[in-house]
Structure formats: C-alpha cells, structure tokens
T-cell receptor
C-alpha cells in the first residue's frame, strides 16, 4: 500500500528541547515536503526537497531544518522549539501531479 | 499576501443537494489547480485537479470549474452526502519547474442528513 508515514503522531515538548519528526514514503517519489497547518492560515510549506541532498525553503522555514540523505526519508528538525511552532505538521510526497500526505503530527511546545 | 483564497470558512448543505466550494487566486502564473479533502485526525487526500488548458474536469460526483479570466475555481459536489463532510482545501501550482503548491485556508463543509 502506497503511504506516507510520520512519527510521532503527537508530541508535547518544552521550549528549547531539540526534536525530530520523521517522515517516510514507500512510493519512490523524488519530491517531498513539509507543511504546517494553523487555524485561519491553511497549509503553509516549510521546506521541500526535489531529490536526495537537494532541499529548499518553503514559505515559513524559520526555526526548522530538514535533511534528505535517502530518497524515502525526509525528517523535520526543530533545533530549539518555541511556542509559536505549536502546530499540526504534515509531510507529503509527490508523484504524477498530486501529493500524498502523511497523517499529521500534532506538536505542542510549552 | 494570500495568493490562494477560500473566502468561505464554512458551508452547510442538505443531503442530496449541490455543494459549491469556491477558490480565488491572484497569481496568473498558476497553471495547475487541485482540491484536497481533509477529515479530522487525517492528512489531506487528493480529490480532483484541473490544468489551466481546461475549464472543467469531472470525476463522478465531483466537478471542478476553472475561470481563468476571473482567476476563480469552484468545486461542485452533486449530490452531497453526509460522508462528504470535511474540510476542503484548494491548491495552486505554478509553471512547470515550480514545485510549490500554494494552499488556501480551507472551507469546512457540513452535509446535513
């Protein structure tokens, strides 16, 4: 079954404690991206990757890092989380004109 | 500045009637448009898309209309069913070589039984 998986699904952390949200896809897609969803703002792209070792900033990259060492994985890293990064995060991979989204990671930064 | 706008945050429709969800965009370079559906606690799922070379695309109960001169697209669901109750996002993508999707803020559709 084609899918995008994210872990963890829920995370509560404190300001400044580094965290990583993992994302993996099994469709051999080259393009992957991270979004955050906030009330009244829709889905905003954080970072995207067009292939292994090729990443670029989306619309709201501040405070985030990503890496793409293998095609299937695209982790999102928050080096020093802050409360304004409390949000719902989606990883997505894209093939043949549409994106497939993961189930989401709800993050609360205290 | 929001390049893709969904001005109705919510919409309620009776079961069996037509649901019309609207989306406006400002960037004339967008040439590919998509609608996604999102249930609570799940990621968005692709529903239907349309290229700018078309003005209509149909898939079962779902039809997307594109009016390029007005920079407006709409999603029609006929007939609406309670299972269609979800948040609907429209998204736009630029000319080939641009891989970004710009999403609207979403419209919450409630289909009343």
């Amino acid at each position: 079954e084609a899918q995008v998986t994210q872990n963890p699904r829920y995370l509560i952390t404190v300001t400044g404690k580094k965290l990583t949200v993992t994302c993996s896809q099994n469709m051999n897609h080259e393009y992957m991206s991270w979004y955050r969803q906030d009330p009244g703002l829709g889905l905003r792209q954080i970072y995207y990757s067009m292939n292994v070792e090729v990443t670029d900033k989306g619309d709201v990259p501040e405070g985030y890092k990503v890496s793409r060492k293998e095609k299937r994985n695209f982790p999102l890293i928050l080096e020093s989380p802050s409360p304004n990064q409390t949000s719902l995060y989606f990883c997505a991979s894209r093939g043949l004109g549409t994106q497939y989204f993961g189930p989401g990671t709800r993050l609360l930064v205290l | 500045d929001q390049q893709v706008k969904q001005n109705s945050p919510s919409l309620s429709v009776q079961e069996g009637r037509i649901s019309i969800l609207n989306c406006d965009y400002t960037n004339s370079m967008f040439d590919y448009f998509l609608w996604y559906k999102k249930y609570p606690a799940e990621g968005p799922t692709f529903l239907i898309s349309i290229s700018s070379i078309k003005d209509k695309n149909e898939d079962g109960r779902f039809t997307v209309f594109l009016n390029k001169s007005a920079k407006h697209l709409s999603l029609h669901i006929v007939p609406s069913q309670p299972g269609d109750s979800a948040v609907y996002f429209c998204a736009a993508s630029g000319a080939s070589g641009t891989y970004k999707y710009i999403f609207g803020t979403g419209t919450r559709l409630k289909v009343l039984a």
